[in-house]
Structures are given as structure tokens and as C-alpha cells.
């Protein structure tokens, strides 16, 4: 069998958590998989990674995501989520694996939406054998979820309820205590779109109006929010 080349990206601020991740991928490769693996601790490190590899037309095969990086120093990349985005956008043909310690319903299915990775892994879920198992599937067979990540979306898909981005977002906002006026400020969206919003919620829920603690009792309850 000829031999495949894969270059890799791993970007987390971690370091022990990188070294540990190159050793287990460099263990458990195929026979004919050559991997070339490259690291950064943050956000300018990661997108000058980026950027060489596009300039020079080397694309990687494989980057993994840590979300909570340093930010980089002009503040257009705050998170491994907006570098994914950027990945998305200028190379669009390679696998992207988020990793995160959270467990947030909302992130995790916002981070879905947005980006749709190849591979999404909660650490507390990670094992050298998972791990293993994850970049296989992500080179042969995509997507491939960690347990929590799984466990979260099959909750919300059983409820067969239609919720939107926008609203899911409004309705994490909602039970982080935010008010209407600072909701509207962060989503840039007008006061009244946000009150119909919040009534259209309701209707899904089937919540009568102004029973905001109903609403996000039965949002939990079908995982949409923690």
C-alpha cells in the first residue's frame, strides 16, 4: 500500500496536552500513514502556521482546535472557534477537530452549526484509544463525536422541536439572567425583535405568555441550555 502523507496542525496552550497527543497519533498511525506534525500555543502562532501553509500551497490534512486559546495580539482571533472559521474559509478541504474541557449544550451546538467539524472531542471524555479511534474516523469516515458531544445533540433531536440559531442563542442568554435591552445590544437586533423573539420561544415550548422560568425549565429539560 503506498504510503499516505497527513500534515497536521495541533493548536492548545498546553503544551503536556500537545506532546501527549502527537506521542498517541504517532503510536497508533497505520503502516502507511506518514503524519508531519506541527503545534502552537496560541492564536499568532497558529494562524502564521496557517497562513505559511496556504502561501506555499501545503495545505494540513488535519487541524485540531483547543477553543480556549490566547487571543491574537491584534484581537481578530479570539478562540480556537474563530481560527476553525478561518480554516473553513481559505481551506475548505481540510478536517477540523474541535477540543474543549465544556460541556455547555448551547456552545457545543453552536460550535456545530457554525463550523460543523469533522470531530469534536470533550477532553474529560479523552483516552489515548478515543483518541486513536477519532482521527481514523475523521480521515475516513467523518464526523466523529466524543460521548458528552453525542449525548447532547441526541437529546435535542428527539424533541423534534425546531428551534433556530438566533433563538437557541436568546433563549442562553435568557437563562444566563440577561435582560431584554442587553440582549438586544449583544445580538444587534432591535428591542421588539427580541420580545417577539422570546414570544415565538414560548410558542415552541408551548409556555404560556410571561412564564420566562417555565420556558427555561422545559428548554433544560429537553437540552437545549444547562
Not at 477553543?67 to 491574537?72: E, G, H, L, T
Not at 491584534?74 to 474563530?82: A, H, L, Q, T, V
Not at 474559509?89 to 460543523?116: A, C, D, G, W
Not at 440577561?178 to 440582549?183: L, P, Q, R, V, W
Request: avoid cysteine.
Amino acid at each position: 500500500m503506498p504510503e499516505k502523507n497527513i500534515k497536521i496542525l495541533m493548536t492548545d496552550d498546553h503544551p503536556m496536552i500537545i506532546e501527549g497527543y502527537r506521542n498517541t497519533l504517532l503510536a497508533t498511525k497505520k503502516e502507511s500513514q506518514n503524519l508531519t506534525i506541527d503545534f502552537a500555543t496560541n492564536s499568532d502562532e497558529s494562524i502564521d502556521l496557517i497562513n505559511k501553509s496556504i502561501a506555499i500551497g501545503e495545505l494540513y490534512t488535519v487541524y485540531f482546535f483547543d477553543i480556549s486559546i490566547p487571543p491574537s495580539s491584534d484581537g481578530r482571533y479570539k478562540s480556537g472557534e474563530d481560527l476553525a472559521m478561518y480554516v473553513r474559509e481559505k481551506s475548505p478541504k481540510s478536517k477540523v477537530v474541535m477540543l474543549t474541557m465544556f460541556n455547555e449544550s448551547y456552545r457545543i451546538h453552536s460550535i456545530i452549526n457554525n463550523i460543523n467539524p469533522e470531530g469534536f472531542l470533550i477532553k474529560s471524555d479523552l483516552t489515548s484509544r478515543e483518541l486513536a479511534s477519532a482521527f481514523q474516523a475523521v480521515l475516513n469516515n467523518p464526523p466523529f463525536y466524543s460521548g458528552t458531544v453525542n449525548q447532547i445533540i441526541k437529546k435535542t433531536r428527539f424533541s423534534n422541536l425546531d428551534v433556530s440559531e438566533v433563538n437557541h442563542r436568546i433563549l442562553y442568554l435568557i437563562s444566563r439572567g440577561i435582560k431584554n435591552k442587553d440582549i438586544a445590544k449583544e445580538m444587534n437586533l432591535s428591542l421588539s425583535s427580541i420580545e417577539k423573539k422570546k414570544k415565538q420561544l414560548k410558542e415552541i415550548f408551548s409556555i404560556e405568555e410571561g412564564d420566562e422560568k417555565s420556558l427555561i425549565e422545559k428548554a433544560r429539560g429537553y437540552g437545549f441550555i444547562d
